[in-house]
Protein backbone atom coordinates (compact mmCIF):
# COMPACT_ATOMS: atom_id res chain seq x y z
CA UNK A 1 0.00 0.00 0.00
CA UNK A 2 1.18 3.43 -1.04
CA UNK A 3 1.38 5.53 2.00
CA UNK A 4 3.56 8.93 2.76
CA UNK A 5 6.91 6.96 3.70
CA UNK A 6 7.09 6.23 -0.17
CA UNK A 7 7.30 10.28 -1.32
CA UNK A 8 9.77 10.89 1.74
CA UNK A 9 13.32 11.82 0.42
CA UNK A 10 15.16 11.61 3.51
CA UNK A 11 18.89 11.01 3.47
CA UNK A 12 18.60 11.14 -0.74
CA UNK A 13 20.67 13.67 -2.80
CA UNK A 14 19.30 15.57 -5.32
CA UNK A 15 21.13 17.69 -8.35
CA UNK A 16 18.66 19.71 -10.30
CA UNK A 17 20.15 22.17 -12.99
CA UNK A 18 18.07 25.32 -14.00
CA UNK A 19 17.89 24.99 -10.17
CA UNK A 20 17.80 28.95 -9.71
CA UNK A 21 14.14 29.76 -10.86
CA UNK A 22 10.99 28.47 -12.60
CA UNK A 23 10.52 25.04 -12.43
CA UNK A 24 13.31 23.91 -11.10
CA UNK A 25 13.61 25.92 -7.82
CA UNK A 26 9.72 25.00 -7.30
CA UNK A 27 11.35 21.21 -7.34
CA UNK A 28 14.48 21.64 -5.30
CA UNK A 29 11.68 23.53 -2.71
CA UNK A 30 9.52 20.45 -2.84
CA UNK A 31 12.45 18.08 -2.61
CA UNK A 32 13.67 19.66 0.22
CA UNK A 33 10.33 19.45 2.00
CA UNK A 34 9.94 15.47 1.29
CA UNK A 35 13.91 15.73 3.52
CA UNK A 36 16.73 15.21 0.46
CA UNK A 37 19.71 17.06 0.16
CA UNK A 38 19.21 20.33 -2.82
CA UNK A 39 22.17 20.77 -5.03
CA UNK A 40 21.38 24.24 -7.22
CA UNK A 41 23.19 24.31 -11.17
CA UNK A 42 22.45 27.62 -12.81
CA UNK A 43 24.97 29.81 -14.89
CA UNK A 44 25.06 32.36 -12.89
CA UNK A 45 26.29 32.30 -9.37
CA UNK A 46 24.38 34.62 -7.43
CA UNK A 47 20.88 33.58 -8.53
CA UNK A 48 21.63 30.41 -7.81
CA UNK A 49 22.94 31.40 -4.33
CA UNK A 50 19.88 33.30 -3.57
CA UNK A 51 18.01 30.24 -4.73
CA UNK A 52 20.26 27.93 -2.13
CA UNK A 53 19.98 30.41 1.07
CA UNK A 54 15.95 30.46 0.04
CA UNK A 55 15.48 26.81 1.36
CA UNK A 56 18.07 27.09 3.83
CA UNK A 57 15.41 29.76 5.12
CA UNK A 58 12.85 27.14 5.29
CA UNK A 59 14.79 24.79 7.13
CA UNK A 60 16.19 22.72 4.32
CA UNK A 61 20.32 21.79 3.32
CA UNK A 62 21.33 23.04 -0.22
CA UNK A 63 24.40 23.59 -2.51
CA UNK A 64 24.51 25.89 -5.19
CA UNK A 65 26.89 25.78 -8.06
CA UNK A 66 27.48 27.65 -10.79
CA UNK A 67 28.08 25.18 -14.23
CA UNK A 68 26.50 25.68 -17.90
CA UNK A 69 25.51 21.97 -19.28
CA UNK A 70 26.63 23.44 -22.63
CA UNK A 71 30.18 22.85 -21.27
CA UNK A 72 31.45 19.38 -20.70
CA UNK A 73 33.90 20.40 -18.26
CA UNK A 74 31.65 22.69 -16.25
CA UNK A 75 29.26 19.27 -16.12
CA UNK A 76 32.31 17.05 -14.65
CA UNK A 77 32.87 19.84 -11.91
CA UNK A 78 29.77 19.93 -11.04
CA UNK A 79 29.55 16.65 -10.33
CA UNK A 80 32.69 15.91 -8.88
CA UNK A 81 31.78 19.14 -6.36
CA UNK A 82 28.03 17.30 -5.41
CA UNK A 83 29.45 14.11 -4.87
CA UNK A 84 32.54 15.64 -2.49
CA UNK A 85 29.97 17.98 -0.64
CA UNK A 86 27.08 15.45 0.13
CA UNK A 87 28.84 11.97 -0.70
CA UNK A 88 26.73 10.85 -3.90
CA UNK A 89 23.92 11.19 -6.29
CA UNK A 90 20.71 10.21 -6.25
CA UNK A 91 18.61 12.03 -8.15
CA UNK A 92 19.45 14.41 -11.22
CA UNK A 93 16.58 16.32 -12.77
CA UNK A 94 17.21 17.94 -16.54
CA UNK A 95 15.70 20.81 -16.47
CA UNK A 96 18.45 23.40 -17.43
CA UNK A 97 17.34 24.67 -21.36
CA UNK A 98 17.46 27.52 -23.90
CA UNK A 99 15.34 29.03 -26.88
CA UNK A 100 17.52 31.65 -28.42
CA UNK A 101 15.35 31.00 -31.54
CA UNK A 102 11.54 32.28 -31.54
CA UNK A 103 10.15 32.74 -35.33
CA UNK A 104 9.18 30.50 -38.37
CA UNK A 105 10.98 27.52 -38.37
CA UNK A 106 13.28 28.05 -41.91
CA UNK A 107 14.27 31.56 -40.28
CA UNK A 108 16.90 29.45 -37.91
CA UNK A 109 20.01 29.95 -37.91
CA UNK A 110 22.88 27.16 -37.52
CA UNK A 111 23.95 29.15 -34.31
CA UNK A 112 20.40 28.49 -33.15
CA UNK A 113 20.20 24.64 -33.45
CA UNK A 114 23.48 24.22 -32.12
CA UNK A 115 23.09 26.27 -28.84
CA UNK A 116 19.54 24.86 -28.49
CA UNK A 117 20.87 21.09 -28.93
CA UNK A 118 24.02 21.54 -27.11
CA UNK A 119 21.60 22.31 -24.04
CA UNK A 120 18.86 21.31 -24.52
CA UNK A 121 19.51 17.63 -25.69
CA UNK A 122 23.16 17.20 -25.35
CA UNK A 123 23.65 18.87 -22.15
CA UNK A 124 21.13 16.57 -20.51
CA UNK A 125 22.88 13.71 -22.08
CA UNK A 126 26.39 15.10 -20.23
CA UNK A 127 24.60 14.89 -17.16
CA UNK A 128 23.26 11.96 -16.61
CA UNK A 129 26.60 10.48 -17.72
CA UNK A 130 28.37 12.16 -15.32
CA UNK A 131 25.76 11.02 -12.18
CA UNK A 132 25.32 7.85 -13.36
CA UNK A 133 28.47 5.97 -11.80
CA UNK A 134 27.37 7.80 -8.21
CA UNK A 135 23.86 6.56 -8.54
CA UNK A 136 25.46 2.70 -9.68
CA UNK A 137 27.75 2.98 -6.26
CA UNK A 138 24.96 3.77 -4.33
CA UNK A 139 22.36 0.68 -5.73
CA UNK A 140 20.08 2.75 -8.23
CA UNK A 141 18.97 6.32 -8.81
CA UNK A 142 16.33 8.86 -10.28
CA UNK A 143 16.44 10.67 -13.22
CA UNK A 144 13.82 13.24 -14.12
CA UNK A 145 14.19 14.79 -17.65
CA UNK A 146 11.97 18.00 -17.99
CA UNK A 147 10.71 18.51 -21.33
CA UNK A 148 8.01 19.97 -23.25
CA UNK A 149 4.36 19.57 -24.75
CA UNK A 150 6.18 20.86 -27.46
CA UNK A 151 8.34 17.41 -27.84
CA UNK A 152 4.86 16.02 -28.30
CA UNK A 153 3.25 18.64 -30.95
CA UNK A 154 4.52 21.38 -32.74
CA UNK A 155 4.11 24.96 -31.31
CA UNK A 156 4.18 28.19 -33.47
CA UNK A 157 7.57 30.07 -33.87
CA UNK A 158 9.45 27.72 -31.81
CA UNK A 159 10.31 24.30 -34.03
CA UNK A 160 13.88 24.14 -32.95
CA UNK A 161 13.02 23.74 -29.29
CA UNK A 162 10.62 21.35 -30.06
CA UNK A 163 12.52 19.40 -32.37
CA UNK A 164 14.83 19.71 -28.80
CA UNK A 165 12.29 18.42 -27.10
CA UNK A 166 11.31 15.42 -28.91
CA UNK A 167 14.87 14.48 -28.51
CA UNK A 168 14.61 14.36 -24.82
CA UNK A 169 11.51 12.26 -24.88
CA UNK A 170 13.27 9.07 -26.90
CA UNK A 171 16.70 10.40 -24.96
CA UNK A 172 14.37 8.83 -21.82
CA UNK A 173 13.10 5.99 -23.66
CA UNK A 174 16.67 4.65 -24.27
CA UNK A 175 18.37 5.45 -20.83
CA UNK A 176 15.33 4.11 -19.52
CA UNK A 177 15.82 0.75 -21.19
CA UNK A 178 19.61 0.70 -20.87
CA UNK A 179 19.35 2.01 -16.78
CA UNK A 180 16.78 -0.25 -15.68
CA UNK A 181 19.44 -3.12 -14.44
CA UNK A 182 21.23 -0.74 -12.84
CA UNK A 183 17.76 0.15 -10.37
CA UNK A 184 17.85 3.59 -12.32
CA UNK A 185 14.56 5.04 -13.16
CA UNK A 186 14.36 7.53 -16.12
CA UNK A 187 11.44 9.47 -16.83
CA UNK A 188 10.09 12.53 -18.19
CA UNK A 189 7.95 15.69 -17.86
CA UNK A 190 5.95 17.62 -20.19
CA UNK A 191 4.69 20.32 -19.18
CA UNK A 192 2.16 22.87 -20.86
CA UNK A 193 2.57 26.35 -20.53
CA UNK A 194 4.58 27.67 -17.00
CA UNK A 195 4.59 31.30 -16.00
CA UNK A 196 8.01 31.29 -15.61
CA UNK A 197 10.98 34.31 -17.07
CA UNK A 198 11.97 31.41 -19.35
CA UNK A 199 8.66 31.42 -21.06
CA UNK A 200 7.97 35.36 -20.40
CA UNK A 201 7.92 36.13 -24.58
CA UNK A 202 4.80 33.72 -24.67
CA UNK A 203 2.64 35.23 -21.55
CA UNK A 204 3.79 38.91 -21.45
CA UNK A 205 2.45 39.44 -25.34
CA UNK A 206 -1.05 39.87 -25.29
CA UNK A 207 -1.96 38.34 -28.22
CA UNK A 208 0.57 35.60 -27.57
CA UNK A 209 -0.97 35.00 -24.12
CA UNK A 210 -4.68 34.86 -25.61
CA UNK A 211 -4.36 32.01 -27.70
CA UNK A 212 -2.24 29.97 -24.85
CA UNK A 213 -4.59 30.33 -22.78
CA UNK A 214 -7.92 29.07 -25.11
CA UNK A 215 -5.28 26.51 -25.98
CA UNK A 216 -5.88 25.13 -22.46
CA UNK A 217 -8.98 23.82 -21.15
CA UNK A 218 -8.16 24.99 -17.84
CA UNK A 219 -8.23 28.34 -19.32
CA UNK A 220 -4.62 29.48 -17.79
CA UNK A 221 -0.90 28.84 -17.10
CA UNK A 222 0.69 26.24 -14.76
CA UNK A 223 2.58 27.83 -11.85
CA UNK A 224 6.07 26.02 -11.18
CA UNK A 225 4.76 24.55 -8.08
CA UNK A 226 2.39 22.57 -9.84
CA UNK A 227 4.83 20.49 -11.36
CA UNK A 228 6.98 19.86 -8.57
CA UNK A 229 4.34 17.22 -6.81
CA UNK A 230 5.05 15.06 -9.76
CA UNK A 231 8.78 15.10 -9.71
CA UNK A 232 8.44 14.60 -6.28
CA UNK A 233 6.42 11.06 -7.04
CA UNK A 234 9.19 10.13 -9.31
CA UNK A 235 12.20 11.29 -7.28
CA UNK A 236 10.76 8.74 -4.73
CA UNK A 237 10.16 5.14 -4.04
CA UNK A 238 6.84 5.27 -5.05
CA UNK A 239 8.10 5.33 -8.47
CA UNK A 240 9.81 2.38 -8.09
CA UNK A 241 7.91 0.63 -11.04
CA UNK A 242 7.73 3.03 -13.06
CA UNK A 243 10.39 4.41 -16.11
CA UNK A 244 10.56 5.30 -19.57
CA UNK A 245 7.51 6.98 -19.17
CA UNK A 246 6.37 10.90 -20.18
CA UNK A 247 4.19 12.44 -17.60
CA UNK A 248 1.81 15.26 -19.43
CA UNK A 249 1.31 18.25 -16.82
CA UNK A 250 -0.78 20.66 -19.19
CA UNK A 251 -3.95 21.49 -18.13
CA UNK A 252 -5.78 19.11 -20.43
CA UNK A 253 -4.24 20.96 -23.72
CA UNK A 254 -3.06 17.49 -25.11
CA UNK A 255 -6.31 15.26 -23.68
CA UNK A 256 -8.02 18.01 -25.70
CA UNK A 257 -6.40 17.90 -28.96
CA UNK A 258 -5.54 22.19 -28.72
CA UNK A 259 -2.84 23.66 -30.78
CA UNK A 260 -1.59 27.07 -30.18
CA UNK A 261 -2.88 28.56 -33.74
Known amino acids: MTTGANFDLTGKVALITGGSRG?????????????????LASRKQDAVDEAADAIRRGGGEALAVAAHTGDGVAVTALVERVVAHFGGIDILVNNAATNPHFGPFLSAEDSHWDKILDVNVKGYFRMTQACVP????????KIINV???AGLGPQPMMGVYCVSKAAVLMMTEVL?????ADNIQVNAIAPGFVKT??????WSTPEISERLVKAVPQRRMAEPEEIAGIAVYLASAASSFTTGATFVVDGGQMAAGLNVG
Open 23 to 39: IGLAVAEAYAAAGAKVA
Open 134 to 141: SMRARGGG
Open 197 to 202: KFSQVL
Open 147 to 149: ASV
Open 176 to 180: ASELA
